[in-house]
Nanobody, 115 residues
Framework: QVQLVESGGGLVQAGGSLRLSCAAS???????MAWYRQAPGKQRELVASITDVGVTNYADAVKGRFTISRDMFINTLHLQMNSLKPEDTAIYYC??????????WGQGTQVTVSS
């Protein structure tokens, strides 16, 4: 089993920034880690991912504004979100895919961007 615990969500004005964190119970450098989001009435979508060797991928809607990163000392995944827009409002989920272990999800953290 792998536990993923998100933090850092909240309410921010458009143009502001937030930094999400995901504390993992298993080494995040041995799997592909990602952030997903789900807005009301919409399907969950991939926001950003990073592989075990550090290759990153971003959704077109967040390129240039969001940055995914990993902190090896505290085994935590981050998502730095800048220039936030109202359409970024969603519940953000941490996701970890570990070879031979499976796929795990955090409980989610709410991000609300006011206009």
């Amino acid at each position: 089993q792998v536990q993923l615990v998100e933090s850092g969500g909240g309410l921010v004005q458009a143009g502001g920034s937030l930094r999400l964190s995901c504390a993992a119970s298993r080494n995040i450098f041995t799997g592909t880690m990602a952030w997903y989001r789900q807005a009301p009435g919409k399907q969950r979508e991939l926001v950003a991912s990073i592989t075990d060797v550090g290759v990153t991928n971003y959704a077109d809607a967040v390129k240039g504004r969001f940055t995914i990163s990993r902190d090896m000392f505290i085994n935590t995944l981050h998502l730095q979100m800048n220039s936030l827009k109202p359409e970024d409002t969603a519940i953000y989920y941490c996701n970890g895919e570990y070879r031979n272990l499976g796929i795990y999800w955090g409980q989610g953290t709410q991000v609300t961007v006011s206009s």
